[in-house]
């Protein structure tokens, strides 16, 4: 018989702005009793992002309304995507000193720390849930003999979790297909703040946050919001804009990175130095301005697991065109209804599709009012609901079962 309340341990590499006004809700829910034990301050406290190129602080609360914890990093040398950069031998002591019903691991596998929640909760008989927000063995650098170890690792690997959780039906089938049981599966939706986001964006003054850009009151304005690395593919989206070519409408960047100065001399040489416009790093509490003001998203990453930046524009009012790679596309993208998915790397085929909506401010606007409904059963409330599941289903899961891989 279910419990009537879940002590639970959260274990994160690091305070996440999407997770923690999750974690605001779950500690008010009736049936969770939640910690969350933080092996890194990144986030919360000032550093260089490398991808980014810049310095980041979120500007929006880390580490308020939920009980949590710092757990000492013993790292000689501190880091996220590093498997020593997180080494926190205190999670074992803080494990074996409470009586949790279930421990959730957010810290990712590639890390010593991951490895030691999982040692002490085994010890200690404490079901483990974790998983990962992929939908494809395919990794960012392309390699492809990375393929061969994840279909060989990853059954052994998920097989130690009581139950695998996944954000997406991108990340259920990829599991199925490694041979993950059903009933040890559950999808927890990746979810941001919604109540936050439609209330920032229903504040916005879109024509003066325009004028600010230097853009019209009637454009159409599509956006590109992440860093400008090479998987993110942010040429694709400048290449497809020149060729849709429709008269007055602009393209608005919204990031930072490398390919920063490729971009503006790109740009240029296209002769759209004047519709093409260059926003610099975003921080949270401006980016509802940004997503209000425009239009549509577009997304034409090689690899991204989910891409949250569709479920903030899609509540922002915006309609979404992502490429087949971005995991977001699964479970939040209608083709024809709130936006449009596309194959990986075929600009004609994105030019294409820009070239339809950015002449059509009318059908733009009935997409961006169908993207904000959608988002309404794709909330926090729908990803507690599901980890109270998880939890109870890690609670009556056998500790051993067969895995049978997809052998297509």
């Known amino acids: 018989m279910p419990k009537d309340r879940y002590r639970v341990l959260f274990v ?5 702005q999407y997770a923690s006004p999750v974690f ?3 500690a008010k829910h009736p049936r969770l009793d939640i910690q969350v034990a933080y092996c890194s301050m990144q986030g919360a406290e000032a550093a260089l992002d490398p991808e980014f190129g810049v310095e980041v602080k979120w500007d929006v609360p880390l580490l308020e309304g939920y009980p949590w914890v710092r757990v000492p990093n013993r790292s000689l040398r501190p880091g996220l995507g590093r498997f020593f950069g997180l080494v926190n ?3 074992w002591r803080l494990i074996a000193s409470d009586a949790y019903d279930a421990i959730v691991i957010y810290t990712g596998y590639v890390c010593l720390s991951f490895w030691i929640a999982v040692a002490a909760a085994k010890l200690h008989s404490i079901p483990i849930l974790f998983g990962t927000d992929a939908h494809t063995l395919v990794p960012r650098d392309g390699w492809s003999w990375k393929r061969g170890v994840k279909r060989w690792f990853w059954p052994r690997l998920f097989g130690l979790a009581d139950v695998v959780i996944v954000p997406s039906s991108g990340g259920v089938a990829l599991m199925q297909s490694l041979g993950i049981p059903e009933e040890r599966l559950l999808l927890t939706p990746y979810v941001v703040d ?3 986001w439609t209330s920032q964006a229903d504040r916005v003054d879109r024509f003066a946050v325009r004028r600010t850009w230097g853009v019209p009151e009637d454009a159409a304005v599509a956006l590109f919001c992440a860093k400008f690395q090479p998987w993110k593919r942010p040429l694709d989206a400048l290449r497809a804009f020149a060729q849709a070519n429709v008269p007055g409408s602009h393209l608005v ?4 990175g490398p390919l920063r100065r490729d971009l503006e001399s790109r740009a240029s040489s296209l002769g759209l130095a004047e519709r093409v416009h260059f926003l610099g790093f975003i921080n949270q509490s401006e980016l509802p301005a940004v997503y209000r003001t425009s239009d549509l998203l577009v997304l034409p990453s090689e ?3 989910f891409g949250v930046v569709v479920n903030e524009a899609m509540l922002c009012g915006c309609a979404a065109v992502v ?3 971005v995991g977001a596309g699964y479970d939040l993208v209608s083709t024809g209804r709130n936006g449009y998915t596309f194959p990986c790397g075929n600009v004609k085929a994105l030019a294409s599709i820009l070239g339809d909506l950015l002449s059509d401010r009318e059908r733009l606007q009935r997409m961006g009012e169908a993207a904000r409904l959608r988002m309404q059963t794709w909330s926090p409330r729908e990803n507690i609901e599901a980890h109270v599941r998880a939890i109870e289903h890690s609670l009556k899961a056998d500790q051993t079962y067969e895995m049978v891989p997809d052998q297509h």
């Open 323 to 325: 490429s087949d790679r």
């Open 303 to 305: 690899y991204e697991p």
């Open 12 to 16: 994160c590499s690091h305070p996440v």
């Open 194 to 196: 919604n109540d936050w």
């Open 89 to 91: 031998p205190g999670l």
């Open 24 to 26: 605001r809700q779950m």
């Open 253 to 256: 960047y919204a990031g930072e």
